[in-house]
C-alpha cells in the first residue's frame, strides 16, 4: 500500500491506522504548501487535489474516512466486520466525525474560502461561528457518547483515532474540546499509543499533540 499525505492534515487519521495495523505501507509526501498536489500525475490520481490518497493494490481511495473504513474492512482490525451489530455505529460515527465535524473545522481554519471579500471581520465571523459550532458539537454529541465507554464503538477503533485528529485541528480553540473529561480522556489514551507516537514523530508532530 502507499499512502499519499501531508503532515498534520487530514491524512494524519488513516497515517496512525497503517500504523497501529502493522502493516507494510509506503508514505510519499505532498507538499500542499508547494502546490505538489497540483501535479498532473497526483492530478490523475486526486482530481479533487486533496490528501489522503491510498493506493491499494489496484484500488486508489480517496477521502480519509473511505481509507479508514477500507482499512477495517481489508484487515478486520480496529473496527467491526460487516454483519457485526456494532457495524452502523462505525458508519454513524465516521460519517459523523469526516461530514459535520471536519467541514466546520475547514470553516476556522480556511474562513477565506467562505466568504466572498477579503473583509477581515468577515473572516473573523466565520471563524468564530464555526468555533461555537464545533464546540456544539463535541459538547452535545461526542463528550456524552464517551461517558458511556471507553471509546467511541467501546472498543478502540479508526474512529477514535478520527476523533483524535479533529481535536488536534481544535487546539488552539478558546475552550479546546481536550478539556472536556471524555474527549480529553480519549485524547490522551490515543497519543500515548506508540504506533501513534511513531506517527507524529515521522510527520514531525510535537507535543502538545492535542
Known amino acids: 500500500m502507499k499512502l499519499y499525505y501531508c503532515p498534520g492534515r487530514a491524512s494524519l487519521a488513516p497515517h496512525m491506522a497503517l500504523a497501529e495495523l502493522g502493516a507494510p505501507y509506503e508514505l510519499v509526501l505532498v507538499d500542499l504548501e508547494r502546490g505538489a498536489n497540483l ?17 491499494a493494490g489496484e484500488a486508489v481511495i ?22 457485526h451489530p456494532d457495524r452502523p455505529q462505525l458508519y454513524r460515527w465516521l460519517f459523523y466525525l ?21 473583509d477581515d471581520a468577515a473572516r473573523a465571523a466565520v471563524r468564530a461561528a464555526a468555533e461555537a459550532s464545533v464546540g456544539r458539537m463535541f459538547n452535545a454529541v461526542v463528550e456524552p457518547a ?27 480553540f478558546e475552550r479546546p474540546p481536550r478539556t472536556l473529561a471524555n474527549v480529553g480522556r480519549v485524547a490522551d489514551q490515543v497519543t500515548s499509543r506508540p504506533a501513534v507516537r511513531s506517527v507524529f514523530g515521522v510527520e514531525g508532530i510535537a507535543p502538545p499533540y492535542c
Open 39 to 55: 501535479d498532473p500525475a497526483y492530478r490523475k490520481l486526486n482530481p479533487s487535489l486533496t490528501v489522503p490518497t491510498l493506493i
Open 62 to 83: 480517496v477521502e480519509a474516512a473511505a481509507i479508514c473504513l477500507h482499512l477495517v474492512d481489508l484487515h478486520g482490525r480496529l473496527g467491526p466486520a460487516l454483519g
Open 98 to 118: 469526516s461530514n459535520t465535524i471536519q467541514p466546520a473545522l475547514m470553516q476556522y481554519h480556511y474562513p477565506e474560502r467562505f466568504v466572498a471579500s477579503d
Open 146 to 172: 464517551l461517558a458511556e465507554r471507553p471509546y467511541l464503538l467501546g472498543d478502540f477503533g479508526v474512529c477514535d483515532l478520527y476523533l483524535t485528529m479533529l481535536v488536534r485541528w481544535a487546539r488552539a
